[in-house]
């Protein structure tokens, strides 16, 4: 029986403890695949591990994964962070981030999220929305993507991690 050769790609991940952005681009740059994972519902830490493992596993026999890319956790304090959820966020990220790297034998590459954001968008000012912005970018390049909408008709809030893993994933080409 043959069996069928795998797409080469790029993961790109946006994680947070309460949702997983992930994109999947073609070596040549084509966005491929572009969803989230919601883990809202789901109490443990390591609960949510499984639950992201359950994903990626179907991803990885779909796709042959060359590169991953993942936004690098928070590393200072803003108004909206305490001490508690930036360990708990920067323990998930690990803990994803060794489990890929487990299951494709490949080193993540950590980047820091403001970085992507100015060399695959351009540089945006510090008191702009940036999520806004970065959410626009992505809508604007990729026409076909279906963003998911509330009853309200209004874009949900997990589309800003889609849109957040993109530009992750597509710092790989910058």
Not at 63 to 80: C, T, V, W
Not at 159 to 173: E, L, R, T
Request: charged content about 20%; overall charge positive.
């Amino acid at each position: 029986m043959k069996t069928k050769k795998k797409i080469n790609v790029i993961l790109g991940l946006d994680i947070s403890t309460s949702t997983i952005g992930f994109s999947f681009f073609s070596i040549a740059g084509e966005l491929l695949v572009i969803g989230y994972l919601e883990l809202t519902k789901i109490k443990t830490l390591y609960k949510k591990v499984v639950e992201f493992k359950k994903l990626i596993s179907y991803y990885i026999n779909q796709f042959n994964i060359i590169d991953l890319y993942i936004e690098a956790p928070l590393l200072r304090f803003s108004k909206f962070s305490s001490a508690n959820t930036l360990n708990r966020l920067a323990f998930f990220n690990g803990a994803i981030s060794y489990l890929v790297f487990d299951l494709i034998k490949i080193e993540p590459n950590h980047v820091n999220a403001t970085s992507a954001r100015s060399r695959v968008v351009g540089k945006i000012p510090r008191n702009s929305k940036a999520k806004e912005k970065i959410f626009n970018y992505v809508k604007e390049k990729e026409k076909g993507i279906y963003w998911p909408t509330n009853t309200k008709g209004n874009f949900i809030k997990q589309c800003y991690d889609m849109a957040d893993s993109y530009i992750i994933g597509a710092y790989y080409f910058t």
